[in-house]
């Protein structure tokens, strides 16, 4: 298979390695040559480390360099039967890069886009044969995260959907399709994690460290919210929660927290900028958390419930469906568990029961049990069991 790779960014090279050790022949697009010259070295480099963990040999570098060309002209890609548009998440950009490629390439031609927030639908009525769009979202770094979520767009043929997921398929990844909606499976169902952590910092109930070594030592997350914020980056996280609360016509789920905010107006973006919620400058000393088992636990269970209720509406609403749903939460963003195979064994009447004690504390419709789980609970049903 020929396949082409728009954007020679992070996301672009990593996409571009994954389908040159599956086989395929690539070829990475950029108008900066000064880009395409970087994901050329990083590319050697990060085999290089592979050939030094003994994962690959001297013969697989070579196959999978030899796999990738690095082109600075849309004509080039003409002969690809697979394009993946991996640049910044701006729609008409995206369509106006969409529109000229179609001009070069073949009418059998997959068009896909890695967005992981903007609609796809959106992006397929930019092209004059919409069915043939579809959205291929990886998570970074690709080469590494084992879940790629398939989003068709209500144009999108069944044809190219089977298409699509048996190619990723058979580049070794897990795919979870989901319907293109805002945030698609993960980025949806993870707002609460971060969420509802602020909120509970902004309530005063405990401080980053303390909801940071809750979430690790009780809850098994391998970062806590804080510290994984710090990682993407608040200005990132941020826009994405932005976007997605927006999307859903400011639905109070997805609110945004203002101390998320401030930290972005500030500057503070976590490693990136050497502060966030925690200071990364060389010899700094950060707060230490308070470690009661106690509190512990119920910041823990504030957090997990929430994540369940939108795991449990994303199925609810046919987002995905409830094995795709806890693949792409324990395969895309790595969580301990599967969140409705982790309410099946917290219970489905412990989810109703948590929820609607939140509910009428705060009276909030960002509390708000899902109908599915209320109907479970009714009907003494679990997830998978």
Sequence with gaps: ?????????????????????????????????????????????????????????????????????????????????????????????????????????????????????????????????????????????????????????????????????????????????????????????????????????EEGIADFATIDWAMKSLGGFRMGPFQLMDFIGNDVNYTVTETVFKAFYYDPRYKPAFTQKRFSEAGYLGRKSGKGYYNYAEGATNPKPIEDVALAQKIVDRILVMLINEAADALFLNIASAQDIDNAMTKGVNYPKGLLAWADEKGIDWCVSKLDILYDEYREDRYRCSPLLRRMNSDNKTFFN
């Design 1 to 201: 298979m020929n396949v082409g790779v728009i954007g020679a960014g992070t996301m672009g090279s990593g996409i571009a390695q994954v389908a040159a050790t599956a086989g395929c022949v690539v070829k990475l697009y950029d108008t900066n040559q000064d880009a395409l010259d970087k994901a050329k070295t990083s590319l050697d480099k990060i085999l290089s480390r592979l050939i030094e963990k003994g994962r690959i040999d001297a013969h697989e570098k070579q196959r999978i360099q030899s796999n990738i060309s690095y082109v600075s002209s849309l004509k080039d890609l003409s002969d690809s039967n697979l394009i993946i548009e991996a640049i910044i998440e701006n729609l008409e950009i995206k369509k106006k890069v969409f529109q000229e490629l179609e001009e070069y390439v073949s009418k059998k031609c997959i068009i896909a886009s890695n967005t992981s927030s903007l609609s796809i639908a959106s992006i397929a009525a930019s092209l004059k044969k919409p069915k043939r769009c579809i959205g291929i979202h990886f998570f970074n770094p690709a080469p590494l995260m084992k879940l790629v979520e398939v989003i068709p767009a209500i144009q999108t043929s069944e044809k190219i959907l089977a298409k699509t997921v048996e190619t990723i398929n058979n580049w070794g990844k897990t795919v979870a399709v989901a319907k293109d909606t805002p945030g698609f499976i993960v980025n949806r169902v993870a707002r609460p994690f971060y969420g509802e952590a602020l909120r509970i910092y």
